[in-house]
């Protein structure tokens, strides 16, 4: 396969053989990239007095900040360099250009360091979906626990009497895991991974609601109608109106009539009807187009005035930091200093940048109802008076082609991936079943 140059562009006169050799030239490279970012966080995973400070606390912000990636792809630098020791083989192939990042990472979250070798010639040859079931699916861990006392430990694999086969092994016990967030298409994803106890209890529950709905009258029930169901029952359940408010679902509706969430992000025009067609309305002053606040009579913020802050800054307001949830709403001036309950004195901070800032090592000075870059806005500066900025990423411009590769990239074969027959050999935990 003939190397193709960095800076070479598809023409529209190309043919197919051209276009996969920038395919494949370029997956190389990229796959040696982030190997040389996998090589650098693993670095600063072993020094993080080097660069750990305010707003910088882990080596997913700070890879995300140096470099412009998003938080997913600075998570996944991060997974695969806290284990790249125990993947050298895995690592070296990265290093060559032959296996990519989205390959190597469900392999450093599930699978065991022993199959390094053999994952390092099956992964390049497998989809990311295939390593990822892969990695996730096969019973790395087994039951040590013998049927007869007296027999031996072997590394061949346990054969079945009834089948003269490979015999079923029994994963241990993972942690139960879930994870909720918002996707790049303001889409509300929600995901689980839990043990037969606590999945046994989520799926009734999930049961039960959607033929509550059912027999309700609603039809053509789904999960997604179920799981939106419980929330609503949690929520109607909350007792105190304190309590209550703070986890109120709140959307903004301006002059216009155009409908935004708490964090600001647009809502669509179906949702819209939908939403304000049985909804509670506060309405909000403006004077000269800002919103009526209550100075210095009341120190406590008001709901309304927690809403439109909330709303304006769509999460914690510190450069750098990604926390949308949770917040509190911080007075610039201090009150104690004779900082007024206004919106331009109030900003939003999540709990630990609050922590921070009354502990003396995170500054705040400014307007906060500003726009960012305008003269006065809101500033945020670390202990030793240093403005914190957005982002610090300072691409070099490429000088020339990259060098060649020591590898050859080869796309993933895709063929069908028959999980019945894959096995690892040489498990040091598999023992043989008593003959």
């Given at each position: 396969m003939g190397e193709v140059a960095g800076d070479t562009l598809v023409s529209p006169s190309a043919d197919i053989r051209f276009v996969d050799d920038v395919f494949s030239s370029a997956a190389g490279h990229l796959n040696v990239q982030h190997a040389r970012l996998v090589s650098a966080a693993t670095w600063m995973l072993d020094h993080p007095s080097e660069w750990q400070g305010d707003g910088l606390w882990t080596a997913e912000a700070y890879i995300r900040w140096r470099t412009g990636v998003?938080?997913?792809?600075?998570?996944?630098?991060?997974?695969?360099?806290?284990?790249?020791?125990?993947?050298?083989?895995?690592v070296t192939t990265m290093q060559r250009g032959e296996l990519s990042l989205d390959q190597l990472v469900p392999v450093a979250k599930h699978a065991p360091s022993w199959c390094d070798?053999?994952?390092?010639?099956?992964?390049?040859?497998?989809?990311?979906?295939?390593?990822?079931?892969?990695?996730?699916?096969?019973?790395?861990?087994?039951d040590l626990s013998p049927t007869d006392e007296t027999a031996e430990p072997s590394r061949a694999a346990p054969v079945s009497e009834a089948t003269d086969s490979v015999a079923p092994r029994t994963p241990a016990t993972a942690p139960d895991e879930a994870w909720f967030g918002w996707d790049d298409h303001g889409r509300f994803r929600v995901s689980a991974n839990l043990g037969t106890a606590s999945g046994s209890v989520v799926e009734q529950a999930l049961t039960e609601a959607r033929d509550r709905l059912f027999r309700a009258g609603t039809p053509d029930v789904d999960t997604a109608d179920a799981l939106i169901d419980l929330a609503e029952r949690s929520l109607n359940s909350v007792a105190t109106p304190e309590r209550r408010g703070r986890y109120r679902v709140n959307f903004h509706m301006d002059q216009r009539r155009t409908v935004t969430d708490q964090r600001g992000r647009p809502v669509p025009a179906a949702e819209a009807g939908h939403i304000t067609c049985d909804a509670l309305l506060s309405p909000v002053e403006f004077v000269n187009g800002v919103p009526v606040s209550v100075g210095r009579s009341q120190?406590?913020?008001?709901?309304?005035?927690?809403?439109?802050?909330?709303?304006?800054?769509?999460g914690c307001r510190v450069p750098r930091c990604a926390s949308d949830r949770f917040v509190e709403v911080h007075h610039i001036i201090h009150w104690s200093k004779n900082g007024p309950t206004d919106t331009w004195n109030l900003v939003c901070l999540c709990p630990k940048h609050h922590r921070v800032h009354h502990q003396g090592r995170l500054g705040i000075s400014g307007n906060a109802d500003l726009d960012p870059a305008a003269p006065g806005a809101v500033v945020f500066t670390d202990r030793d008076g240093k403005t914190l900025t957005e982002s610090g990423h300072r691409p070099w411009p490429p000088r020339a082609a990259p060098p060649p590769i020591n590898g050859t990239y080869e796309h993933p074969i895709g063929e069908r991936l028959d999980f019945r027959w894959l096995h690892f050999r040489n498990d040091p935990q598999e023992r043989v079943a008593p003959g």
């Open positions: 998003s938080q997913a792809t600075a998570t996944k630098v991060v997974t695969v360099a806290k284990r790249a020791a125990e993947f050298p083989h895995c070798e053999q994952m390092a010639g099956l992964a390049p040859r497998l989809s990311v979906a295939q390593v990822s079931k892969t990695a996730r699916e096969y019973p790395w861990d087994y120190h406590i913020v008001p709901d309304r005035t927690r809403r439109l802050v909330e709303h304006r800054d769509r």
